[in-house]
């Protein structure tokens, strides 16, 4: 069964920098997408940036685009997020998401992935 564990979560000044970690298990597959979403309060969870396996595939969206970085370490079966240049409203717990399948549209949605870890907050504050 696939699972997913977040961790790296803070609270960081603005201009400053975290890195989000997601250890994922019990994948047996070839195609894997490691998805981050945050979801702010009062706010719907939204997508954020994605990596897929075997094909490297990332995607980020505009608002984190050349602020964040996604990469993976396989030998680790890690996904990592690092955010630089953070905003206040970058404030959020993060999720950590994985599917079997690399999304057909992107921005990729809730319904791509079967897997969620229990989030880690972050928090932007001066």
């Known amino acids: 069964q696939l699972r997913v564990v977040e961790s790296g979560g803070g609270l960081v000044q603005p201009g400053g920098s975290l890195r989000l970690s997601c250890a994922y298990s019990g994948f047996t597959g070839n195609t894997l997408t490691i998805g981050w979403f945050r979801q702010a309060p009062g706010k719907e969870r939204e997508a954020v940036a994605s990596?897929?396996?075997?094909?490297?595939?990332?995607f980020y969206t505009e608002e984190i685009q050349g602020r964040f970085t996604i990469t993976r370490d396989n030998a680790k079966n890690t996904v990592y997020l690092e955010m630089e240049n953070l905003k206040p409203e970058d404030t959020a717990v993060y999720y950590c998401?994985?599917?079997?399948?690399?999304?057909?549209?992107?921005?990729?949605?809730?319904?791509?992935?079967?897997?969620w870890g229990q989030g880690t907050q972050v928090t932007v504050s001066s």
């Open positions: 990596i897929t396996r075997p094909n490297s595939f990332t």
């Open positions: 998401a994985a599917g079997p399948r690399q999304p057909r549209v992107y921005p990729f949605r809730v319904d791509d992935f079967d897997s």
